[in-house]
């Protein structure tokens, strides 16, 4: 019989036979096997790699002699596979721009297969640009009162532009902001009063009529209504008669006496200007007595 075809373990041995005088013709087969037991085998070692394809190893002893006298080898290998080595998935996309405008990160994966200690980061980070950003601009001053008597609202506005100066819609928030208000000076101008009595008695004159601004009915000097508080307008009188008015005097004349002891009389006048046909009320002509500036002269006594 052959050497058992197992080193340890079941295996099988066989014994052949030949047809002697060269003929084919003898009977009963010329082959035959049977199972053998060459004992039991040894354990396997460790895999060599930890992952991935590695060896394992196993021996054994010749007993009863030299290991040269021992049919076959006394060590075997065989290729072993303990779990694939981990190693990284193909990079994922490139994921989304953190921003929808102005300078952002995206990002992309990767992962690790097989296990969890594959070298290297399973993330990268790349910068991306979007549009210019929107931002609003600096709040315009608030208005006045839109009431200046009870309540009203005060507004003031901001506009939504790009770095670039351009209009844009997409700033978060309101362009309009409100605040309530009370309108302290509730003025009005009260009625027209009547018209007052012409300024002249002939001719053309002015007649004049007012209104007072008040607060709530009450003067008040800090009030300022809308309007003029006066009107004026002509009015027409009985035509004049023609004025006409006196010169100055002229000097009094030098007086009719020349001494001191005789009453004379000196005069003067005046003279009526004005339109034609008009009369000066009063004299033209005045005089009055005087004495002359000589002594007397002293007659003789009887």
């Given at each position: 019989?052959?050497?058992?075809?197992a080193t340890?373990?079941?295996?099988?041995?066989?014994?052949?036979r030949?047809?002697?005088?060269?003929?084919?013709?003898?009977?009963g087969?010329?082959?035959e096997?049977e199972?053998?037991?060459?004992?039991?085998?040894p354990e396997?070692?460790t895999?060599?790699?930890?992952?991935g394809?590695?060896?394992?190893?196993r021996s054994?002893?010749c007993?009863g002699?030299?290991?040269?006298?021992?049919?076959g080898?006394?060590?075997?290998?065989?290729?072993?596979?303990d779990r694939?080595?981990?190693?990284?998935?193909p990079?994922q996309e490139w994921?989304l721009?953190?921003?929808?405008?102005?300078?952002?990160?995206k990002r992309?994966?990767?992962?690790?297969?097989?296990?969890t200690?594959c070298p290297?980061?399973n993330?990268?980070?790349l910068?991306c640009?979007?549009p210019?950003c929107a931002?609003?601009?600096e709040?315009?001053?608030?208005?006045?009162?839109?009431?200046?008597?009870g309540p009203?609202?005060?507004t003031r506005t901001r506009?939504?532009?790009?770095?670039?100066?351009r209009d844009?819609?997409d700033c978060q928030?309101?362009s309009v902001e409100?605040l309530?208000c009370e309108?302290t000076?509730?003025?009005?101008l009260?009625?027209?009063?009547?018209?007052s009595k012409?300024?002249?008695e002939?001719?053309?004159?002015?007649?004049?009529?007012?209104?007072i601004?008040?607060?709530r009915g009450?003067?008040d000097?800090a009030?300022?209504?809308?309007?003029?508080?006066r009107?004026?307008?002509?009015?027409n009188?009985q035509?004049?008669?023609?004025?006409?008015?006196?010169?100055?005097?002229?000097e009094?004349s030098?007086?009719s006496?020349?001494?001191?002891c005789?009453?004379?009389?000196?005069?003067?006048?005046?003279?009526c200007v004005?339109?034609a046909?008009?009369?000066c009320?009063g004299?033209a002509?005045?005089?009055?007595?005087c004495r002359g500036t000589?002594?007397?002269?002293?007659?003789?006594?009887c």
């Amino acid at each position: 019989m052959s050497t058992c075809s197992a080193t340890c373990g079941q295996g099988e041995r066989s014994r052949t036979r030949f047809c002697h005088q060269g003929t084919n013709r003898c009977d009963g087969k010329d082959f035959e096997a049977e199972r053998c037991d060459a004992g039991p085998c040894p354990e396997w070692s460790t895999c060599s790699a930890t992952c991935g394809q590695g060896i394992a190893t196993r021996s054994r002893s010749c007993l009863g002699g030299a290991e040269h006298l021992c049919p076959g080898r006394s060590t075997e290998q065989k290729t072993c596979e303990d779990r694939p080595c981990s190693q990284w998935a193909p990079w994922q996309e490139w994921g989304l721009c953190s921003a929808s405008c102005g300078n952002g990160m995206k990002r992309r994966q990767r992962i690790c297969q097989y296990g969890t200690d594959c070298p290297g980061p399973n993330e990268e980070s790349l910068f991306c640009y979007g549009p210019p950003c929107a931002q609003w601009t600096e709040w315009c001053e608030w208005t006045s009162c839109s009431s200046k008597c009870g309540p009203g609202q005060r507004t003031r506005t901001r506009s939504c532009q790009t770095s670039d100066g351009r209009d844009s819609n997409d700033c978060q928030g309101q362009s309009v902001e409100n605040l309530p208000c009370e309108g302290t000076s509730c003025c009005s101008l009260e009625p027209w009063c009547s018209w007052s009595k012409c300024d002249a008695e002939c001719g053309v004159g002015r007649s004049i009529r007012t209104r007072i601004c008040t607060n709530r009915g009450s003067p008040d000097p800090a009030c300022h209504c809308d309007g003029s508080d006066r009107e004026e307008r002509q009015c027409n009188a009985q035509a004049c008669a023609p004025r006409c008015d006196w010169t100055q005097w002229c000097e009094w004349s030098t007086c009719s006496s020349t001494q001191e002891c005789v009453v004379g009389v000196h005069s003067r006048s005046r003279q009526c200007v004005g339109e034609a046909g008009c009369n000066c009320i009063g004299m033209a002509d005045e005089s009055q007595q005087c004495r002359g500036t000589q002594p007397c002269k002293q007659e003789p006594p009887c």
